[in-house]
């Protein structure tokens, strides 16, 4: 299913490796993280493959965007760590502008109107802002945002705003998407359409997407795979293969197999969200 | 934003409408009431009187005065901005620039201006450094203000997408300081002028301040009251154009 992905940025395949198995998007070995006294990331191991949909829960404060910052190369991480894209060996720094980052909060340019807060990476890029602007034009109404191309982000309503970043996230094509939280602040009915619709937007363009959620329902409706972390500093805890069918209807949500899948995530929050509690009244009580 | 400052309400320019006529009012009843001579406090009739039988020489005054805090503007928000923009593109500079533009600044500029005069000679040139000094700390403090209120993540996202430094100035750091920046220079509209007028009573070869000063000279207070006149209409107007400008630049505040 993974084979007839290929986007701009990735290496043609048919090199030796990459026909036998296709090689991982990104790895990351004994990667950590300290600021100062506190320890964000310790030992933490992953990979995604090409075209793969991994979400990524833990308890706050655990370091899952301390995890994409380095990701989208907007952080080194500690020496000794091993960080590999594309099947090399990298710095997190070579990263940027080669991973489309979506950050926790929609950070929408308060003066660009919906399409030209779309085009953004496109322009950064460098590509005329006519073309950019028709590409993304023709991208409305798959993101629900028809009629409101000329609005103002002060008009738009939660939904709205968090659907004009992902489109911007989109439209910056490379071959790994990093969503913080997109869902985060938006209602339950609107949140499971989001969903929804996400998993219809990433069937279509095939891209690989690494998302963090607190949902325990989003990881396992969304993803093929759900890394637990554990409490800080983070690692990954438990490696969880989703192996639901695909398209998901909404009703899957009470299927065994996922009930039982949410009662095996469960417990391992549970437990990690409990030594971050401790570890959080420990101090409160030292000070 | 509800209350800001940019919002002015139909009650709001009522209200200002509203109490300028009163002051008017109360201003002539006093003159004439009091029968207060024209050194004390003419009549705002007199004065307006004044204002147009002398209409040749203070519309000509007005032209050198306005032309010179123009100009003294120009200059000075481009120094402003640019040091602004120069310290944030090359943040070595800051230590260098920001405590000799404060040094610079901790006198009032009038205590430059025989020194400006002496460089600059009596006519228009010396009036426009004049404005342009005092002017440009303001522009300089409030865009560099709003250049460093830029959020953190956005900037990080900017570079996520391969943004370099001018790149990030052009499209995330000016728009953010934007509204900083032209409040800045709102403010420095009126100063301009006052710095103009200023200038010219200490030496000129004309414009309102050398009217007001000859005029003080031959003891005719209706024609000073007359070029304070002439000199609030032009600053208010210059006022009011950088504020209509501004609420049409910050359309999303
Ligand atoms: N730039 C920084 N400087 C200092 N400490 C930081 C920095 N960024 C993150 N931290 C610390 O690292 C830890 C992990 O933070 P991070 O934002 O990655 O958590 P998170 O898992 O994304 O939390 P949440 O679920 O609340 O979004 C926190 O204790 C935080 O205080
Ligand atoms: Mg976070």
Partial sequence: MQAAIQTKDMPIAGSPEATAKPSPLLELRAVTKTYGPVAALSGLEASVAPGEFVTVVGPSGCGKSTLFNIVAGLEEPDAGGILRFEGNSCHAADLLGRVSFMPQRDLLLPWRNVVDNAILALEVEGMPRAQARAKALKMLPEFGLTGFEKQYPHQLSGGMRQRVALMRTFLFERGLMLLDEPFGALDALTRAMMQRWLLDVWQKYRRTILFITHDVDEAIFLGDRVLVMTARPGSVKLEQVVDLPRPRRPEIVTAPEFVRLKRTLLDAIEEESMKSFQSAVAQEKAT | ?253
């Fill in chain 2, 1 to 253: 934003m509800s209350g800001s400052p940019l919002a002015s309400s139909p009650l709001a320019v009522q209200r200002g409408i509203l109490g300028a006529v009163l002051l008017v009012v109360c201003w002539e009843g006093l003159a004439r009431g009091l029968h207060l001579p024209s050194y004390v406090l003419p009549a705002v009739s007199e004065i307006l009187a004044g204002v147009w039988s002398k209409r040749a020489l203070l519309g000509e005054a007005a032209g050198y005065t306005v032309l010179e805090a123009l100009v003294g503007y120009g200059l000075g928000c481009l120094i402003g901005i640019g040091l602004a923009v120069a310290i944030t593109m090359l943040p070595a500079l800051r230590a260098v620039i920001l405590p000799a533009a404060t040094a610079i600044n901790s006198v009032p500029v009038v205590a430059y201006s025989p020194l400006i005069l002496l460089w600059f000679g009596i006519g228009v040139a010396s009036k426009m450094v004049m404005v342009a000094m005092a002017l440009s700390f303001t522009v300089f403090l409030s865009t560099l203000a709003g250049l460093d209120r830029v959020d953190r993540r956005a900037i990080d996202l900017m570079r996520s997408f391969g943004a370099g430094r001018l790149s990030i100035l052009w499209r995330l750091r000016l728009p953010t300081a934007l509204p900083l920046l032209l409040a800045g220079m709102r403010v420095s509209t009126v100063r301009s002028v006052i710095v103009a007028i200023i200038t010219e009573m200490l030496g000129a070869y004309g414009g309102l301040g050398w009217v007001i000063y000859q005029a003080v000279l031959q003891i005719d207070f209706v024609q000073v009251w007359s070029a304070i006149f002439v000199a609030s209409a032009a600053s208010l107007s210059f006022f009011g154009m950088i504020g209509f400008l501004e609420r049409k630049i910050l359309f999303w505040k």
